[in-house]
C-alpha cells in the first residue's frame, strides 16, 4: 500500500552550517537511481506504452497513436470497471470507517483484555491477500466450505458464483484485513484527545454519546481524513485479492480497473490498451487524493500527519 | 490492575503498559457501542483462523463427515507433509531470497537518502529535488506501472528469474522508508551533529556512528514493515516469472490451490506454512511489528 503524502519538510535553513551539502549528495544517489530506474521510468513508460500496439509477445514496439485511447475510451467495458471500482471503494469505506472508528475508540481505553483483544485483532493484517483469499475462497464454497458443513442455509449460498454477492464478498474480505489498520490509526487518534476536553464535558452534564459526537468525532477529522485517503486511493489498487477470489468473475461484476488492466496486458496481449487504463488509474488515484487533502485544508498538511 | 496478569509475561521492561496507573478512570470505558463492535470484531476475525488451523489437521475424508467447527478427532499432519513434499521448501527459500535481497539494500539506500536530504536539503536544490521525487514515488501504486517494469524486466533478460522480483520490490520500498528514516533523522539533536563535525568526523563517519544508533527503532521498523509486503507480495511474481523454480510463496500457494482445490484441509496447511513465519515473528516481536504496519503514519 502507497499513498497520501505527508509533507516532509526538509532541514531549517538554520543547519545551512552542516558542512557544505555537497560532501552529503552522494548518499542520495543510490536510492535515487534504484527508483528513477523502477519508479520514475515505468511511470513515464506506462504513458508511452498506452500509445503503442506492442503485445507483449515481442520485443519491438509498434506506435499506433491514438488508437489504444480511442480503444479503450469507446469500450463500455471501461464505465462497468470504473463503476466496479467506485462500487468497491464506496462500500468498503462505508463498512470500514465506522466500525474502525468504534473500534479504535474501544481500543483506545488502556485495558488489558483489550490489550490481547488487539493482538488477534491484528493477526488479519499480516496474512498475504492471496493466503486471505484462498481461505475464503475455500470457506465460501458451497459445497466443500463452512456453510455447508455447518448446514446453515444463509452461509451455503453460491457466494462467489453471484455478482451481487460476489461484489459484497469482495468488500467484506478487503475490510476483514484492514479494519485492524484503520483501527490502530483511529486508536492513536483517540489516544491524542486531552483528557480535559472530556472532563469538561463532564462537569457539562453531557453524556457519553453526546461526549463521543462533540469531542471525539471532531477531534478526529484529520486521523478520519488520513484513514479515508489511505481507503480510497488503497482501493484502487486491489488486485491480488479480487483476482485470486474471482478473477474479476462472475460476468464481470468485479472487474474492477487493476483487473480489467491486467486481463487486456496479460491474457489478452493487448498492452497499449492496458496502458491507458493504468494511465487511468494512476489520474483517478491522484485526483482523490488531491481531492481528499483539499477537505482537510491544505494548510493543515502537517496535523493531517500529527493526527495518525 | 494490569500486573495480576502480567506474571504470565515474563517479559522486558518495555512491556509495561505507559503512563496510566494514577490516571483518571477513562470515560472510554464505558462504550457499549464499542464494546459490541469490539467482541462482534472478535468471533469475525476468530473464527475463519481457527476453522483453517481445525481443518488443516484434519483428513480429507474426515473433513467432508463432520462439522467444520468441531476439533479433530483423529489431529494429522498428513497434510502438511503433502504441502511440504509439494516443494514449499524451494517456495520458502525463494520468499526468503527476494525479502532479504530487496529490503536490505533497500533501507540502506534509504538511510543515507534520508540522511543526505534531512543534513543538506536547505542548502542544495538537488536534495529538496530528489525528496520530492520521492514524496511523488508514494502516490504511484505498482500495479500501475507494472507494464513497462515487465518491459524493462524483458531487455534487461531478468524475466523469470528471482532478481525480477527483487530489483522493482527494491525500488517501491524507498519512498516510504525515505519519508519515515527521513522524520526520524530529523529529531536527532543539532547540537550532536555540531559536535561530531567539531571532532573531525566525515558525514559518512556521523551517518554509522550518530545517525544509525540513534535511528535504530525506526530501521527496525521500516524493515519490518518492507519485509512483509515483500513476503506477501503477489503481482510482480506472478507478472514477472513463470517456472515454478521461480515462486515465492503467495504465488505458490495461488497455484497449489488451483491444482488442489478440492483438498480444502492440504490448502489450509499450505496457507498455514506460509503465514507460520510472520506470527512466528508477531509473537516474538509485536510491538515493532505493529508500529511497522503504521510507519509513516503514526511516526
Known amino acids: 500500500m502507497t499513498i497520501a503524502p505527508p509533507v516532509v519538510r526538509t532541514a531549517p535553513p538554520g543547519s545551512n552550517n552542516a558542512g557544505g551539502s555537497g560532501s552529503v549528495s552522494w548518499m542520495a544517489w543510490p536510492a535515487l537511481i534504484a527508483f528513477t530506474l523502477f519508479g520514475v521510468v515505468p511511470l513515464l513508460g506506462v504513458l508511452v506504452l498506452s500509445f503503442s500496439s506492442w503485445t507483449g509477445q515481442t520485443t519491438d514496439i509498434p506506435f499506433s497513436g491514438l488508437d489504444s485511447w480511442r480503444t479503450v475510451l469507446a469500450d463500455p467495458d471501461l464505465p462497468h470497471a470504473l463503476w466496479v471500482t467506485f462500487l468497491i471503494m464506496a462500500l468498503s469505506w462505508l463498512v470500514q470507517t465506522p466500525l474502525s472508528i468504534l473500534i479504535g475508540v474501544f481500543l483506545a481505553a488502556r485495558h488489558r483484555y483489550r490489550a490481547v483483544l488487539a493482538v488477534l485483532y491484528f493477526i488479519p493484517l499480516l496474512l498475504s491477500q492471496a493466503a486471505i483469499s484462498i481461505t475464503y475462497k475455500a470457506l465460501l464454497d458451497p459445497n466443500f466450505g463452512l456453510g455447508a458443513g455447518l448446514g446453515f442455509p444463509f452461509l451455503q449460498q453460491d457466494w462467489l458464483g453471484d455478482g451481487t454477492l460476489a461484489l459484497g464478498v469482495v468488500v467484506f474480505v478487503v475490510s476483514w484485513q484492514f479494519i485492524p489498520f484503520h483501527s490502530l490509526i483511529y486508536q492513536g487518534g483517540v489516544r491524542q484527545i486531552p483528557a480535559s476536553m472530556y472532563e469538561a464535558a463532564q462537569i457539562d452534564g453531557a453524556g457519553r454519546i453526546r461526549q463521543f459526537f462533540s469531542i471525539t468525532l471532531p477531534q478526529l477529522k484529520y486521523t478520519i481524513i488520513t484513514s479515508s485517503t489511505l481507503m480510497v486511493v488503497g482501493s484502487l489498487t486491489f488486485f491480488d485479492l479480487i483476482w485470486v477470489l474471482t478473477a474479476g468473475g462472475p460476468g464481470g461484476a468485479t472487474q474492477a480497473l487493476a483487473v480489467d488492466m491486467y486481463q487486456r496486458g496479460f491474457k489478452a496481449n493487448l498492452m497499449g490498451p492496458a496502458s491507458a487504463i493504468a494511465v487511468i488509474l494512476v489520474l483517478v488515484g491522484l485526483l482523490l487524493a488531491l481531492g481528499l487533502r483539499r477537505l482537510g485544508g491544505r494548510d493543515q498538511a502537517d496535523s493531517q500527519l500529527e493526527g495518525a | ?299
Open chain 2, 1 to 299: 490492575m494490569a500486573t495480576m496478569l502480567d506474571s504470565r509475561t515474563p517479559a522486558p521492561v518495555a512491556e509495561k503498559p505507559p503512563v496510566k496507573a494514577r490516571r483518571r478512570i477513562n470515560p472510554l470505558q464505558w462504550n457499549v457501542a464499542g464494546g459490541l463492535a469490539g467482541w462482534l470484531w472478535l468471533a469475525i476475525v476468530v473464527v475463519p483462523i481457527y476453522w483453517i488451523a481445525v481443518t488443516s489437521l484434519k483428513l480429507q475424508d474426515d473433513y467432508y463427515d463432520a462439522n467444520p467447527l468441531a476439533l479433530p478427532t483423529d489431529p494429522t499432519l498428513e497434510n502438511y507433509r503433502f504441502v511440504l513434499e509439494s516443494d514449499f521448501a524451494r517456495y520458502f527459500t525463494n520468499s526468503v531470497i527476494v525479502t532479504v535481497g530487496s529490503v536490505g539494500p533497500a533501507v540502506l539506500v534509504s538511510f543515507m537518502a534520508a540522511y543526505a536530504i534531512i543534513r543538506g536539503g536547505a542548502g542544495s536544490r538537488f536534495l529538496r529535488t530528489v525528496n520530492g521525487l520521492f514524496l511523488m514515488g508514494l502516490a504511484i501504486p505498482l500495479q500501475a506501472v507494472i507494464i513497462p517494469i515487465y518491459l524493462i524486466i524483458i531487455r534487461i533478460q531478468m524475466y523469470d528469474t528471482l532478481g525480477a522480483i527483487i530489483l522493482p520490490s527494491l525500488a517501491f520500498a524507498i519512498p516510504l522508508s525515505v519519508l519515515v528514516l527521513g522524520n526520524f533523522i530529523r529529531d536527532v539533536p543539532k547540537e550532536l551533529f555540531e559536535s561530531m563535525r567539531m571532532d573531525g568526523a566525515t558525514e559518512w563517519g556521523t551517518l554509522w556512528r550518530l545517525a544509525f544508533p540513534l535511528t535504530r527503532p525506526a530501521l527496525v521498523t521500516v524493515t519490518i514493515y518492507q519485509g512483509l509486503t515483500v513476503w506477501n507480495g503477489f503481482v510482480l511474481p506472478l507478472i514477472l516469472t513463470q517456472s515454478p523454480e521461480q515462486r515465492t510463496l503467495p504465488l505458490a500457494l495461488w497455484e497449489f490451490q488451483g491444482q488442489y482445490s478440492v483438498n480444502i484441509p492440504a490448502v489450509l496447511a499450505a496457507v498455514v506454512l506460509t503465514t507460520l513465519p510472520i506470527l512466528t515473528l508477531y509473537v516474538i516481536g509485536r510491538r515493532q511489528l505493529l508500529s511497522g504496519l503504521t510507519a509513516g503514519f503514526g511516526k
